[in-house]
């Protein structure tokens, strides 16, 4: 919550107080009062901007100026109940602030971060009807810098694209809830030099959960970025909720299910692929120092080997991006359900599958079998971790979107109690511990990192002798 809405909300309830329990006592003061606040109103709308979560405040402060009514009438229990209601309708909506707070990053350097909006010239879209677009794609850096000398930081990009367009809908969450996200603080400094580093600095590419913008998972990706990696967070284009095209169009999600396919795994499973092509488009623009901006350029981030990471059916893209491009030495599943072939495929290459409390998901069948069978495929390191109490949203900023009342609500309906903040932690630990080896050449101690987490479960998974092809010439 901003402080111009405090000092609102602190205002309101005050003059409510004082209408409800002492209305008769100097009445003329309280009117000033009444005025005072609109004038606050107007200067707090001015400077903040409107948001809905306004609208009790707002209508709290035209009755806290209503005369007294005559003791134990219909009318005065109807006000005083009336009055009631409102003010908690006033404290409630703060349920679902205007700003969420996230946490600050918790590794040993600042963040900065870069937005990439590029076009695959080669590669039709496929959920519009023009012949003539092209397939965006869009990438958040999120990379290490030095400690800012000034509190604050310097310039901030927003939070999520296209705040002042947004769609209706962005997942399943009203487009007018979100309105003002652009404030929310990233702890990100914009276009900051890179850190300095004796050797090029090592690169993840994330894709997101289905539907989910690359914004939701800004607390995992700064924190990762803080710990000595650069992560480029895709947004997949009319999938992602919301996202502002090269062109600065913002386009929400378009569902374009093909005639006599109402089966939506299927569907699925063609979006992989379209996610797959994505990232594969990543890392050839990464090789081309042209296509990055000065602080990413020169040879600075070690484009040549990368990993990808994913969350839910980014998880799913982040193994089929591994599978099928060598430049990808590693891959991550965060709770990610694979769809088509993708599990009968051996994966030949590091991979962890990290996943979130199953009694608290409910993992269904795909998702179990699915990766238990590319497990069971392995001819590299294989690795799997299951963090209790915490659900599938859990690796997200979605639950930081509620205040923590309503955090603590959602938790006792749909599990998640470690929290998100204790979740994106040893989310992070763990997948820095296991990128280390195959990204930098330096392998950290992941059993001791897990273990470091208590109801962290799991660890290596026995995998299979490579397959060598015959001799030929035999």
């Given at each position: 919550?901003?402080?111009p ?7 309101v309830l ?7 329990f002492?209305?008769?006592?100097r ?22 901007d ?15 100026a209503?005369p007294?009514?005559r003791?134990?009438t ?11 209601g409102?003010?908690a309708a006033?404290?409630?909506v703060?349920v ?14 600042s ?24 397939r ?10 030095a ?6 930081g310097?310039?901030?990009l ?11 809908y ?7 809830l979100?309105?003002?996200y ?6 990100a ?16 590419i ?38 502002q095209?090269?062109?600065?169009r913002?386009?929400?999600t ?11 795994i ?6 992989q ?27 600075r ?10 969350h839910?059916?980014?998880g ?19 709770d990610?359900?694979?769809y ?6 051996e994966?030949t290459r ?6 979130s409390d199953?009694a608290?998901?409910h ?15 392995m001819t590299a390191?294989?690795?799997h ?24 609500l ?11 903040a ?5 989310a ?19 059993a ?8 962290v479960l799991?660890?290596a ?7 060598v092809?015959?001799?030929?010439s035999?």
């Open positions: 919550m901003l402080i809405d405090l000092i609102l909300l602190a205002l005050a003059l409510a107080a004082w209408r409800l002492a209305p008769a006592r009445p003329r003061l309280r009117i000033a009062a009444v005025a005072l606040g609109l004038l606050l109103s107007a200067a707090q709308w001015a400077l903040c409107f948001t809905w979560q306004d609208l009790p405040a707002y209508a709290l402060l035209a009755l806290s209503l007294p009514l003791t134990g219909v009318l005065f229990w109807i006000g005083r109940l009336g009055l009631v409102t003010a006033t404290i409630g703060w679902l602030p205007a700003v969420p707070t996230l946490p600050e990053p918790d590794g040993p350097y963040v900065a971060t870069q937005v990439y909006r590029w076009t695959d010239s080669t590669r039709d879209e496929p959920h519009t009807v023009d012949s003539t677009d092209r965006s794609v869009i990438a958040q850096a999120w990379y290490p810098t400690r800012s000398e000034h509190p604050g310097g310039a901030r927003a939070y999520i694209d296209g705040t002042d367009r947004m769609p209706d962005v997942s399943v969450l009203p487009g007018f979100l309105h003002r652009g404030r929310i603080d990233t702890h400094e914009a276009l900051a030099p890179l850190a300095p580093s004796d050797r090029p600095w090592p690169v993840v994330f894709s997101p959960g289905y539907g989910a913008p690359r914004a939701v998972y800004t607390g995992l990706a700064t924190r990762l970025a803080s710990r000595g990696f650069v992560v480029f967070v895709l947004d997949h284009s009319y999938e992602s909720g919301v996202t095209l090269p062109d600065g913002v386009v929400g378009e569902e374009n299910f093909p005639p006599g396919q109402p089966d939506r299927r569907y699925m499973a063609q979006q692929l379209v996610r797959t092509s994505d990232i594969r488009f990543v890392v050839d623009r990464l090789a081309r120092p042209e296509a990055l901006s000065p602080p990413l350029r020169g040879g981030i070690d484009a040549s080997n990368v990993a990808v990471i994913g839910s059916f980014g799913a893209a982040a193994i089929a991006a591994m599978s099928e491009d060598p430049r990808v030495v590693a891959a991550a599943n965060v990610g359900t694979p088509g072939d993708l599990p009968d495929r994966l590091p991979f962890l599958l990290l996943q199953a608290e998901t993992h269904g069948d795909f998702f179990v079998n699915g990766n238990g069978k590319l497990l069971e495929h390191p294989g690795f971790y299951e963090i209790k109490h915490a659900n599938h949203y859990s690796f997200t900023d979605a639950p930081f979107f509620f205040a923590p009342p309503g955090r603590w959602l938790a006792q309906v749909m599990g998640g109690g470690r929290g998100p204790a979740t994106q932690q040893a992070a630990d763990i997948l820095a511990a296991f990128l280390a080896g195959p990204l930098t050449g330096v392998p950290s101690d992941l001791a990192t897990a273990a470091r987490y208590p109801e799991g660890g998974v026995e995998h299979k002798e490579a397959r092809a015959p001799d030929e035999e």
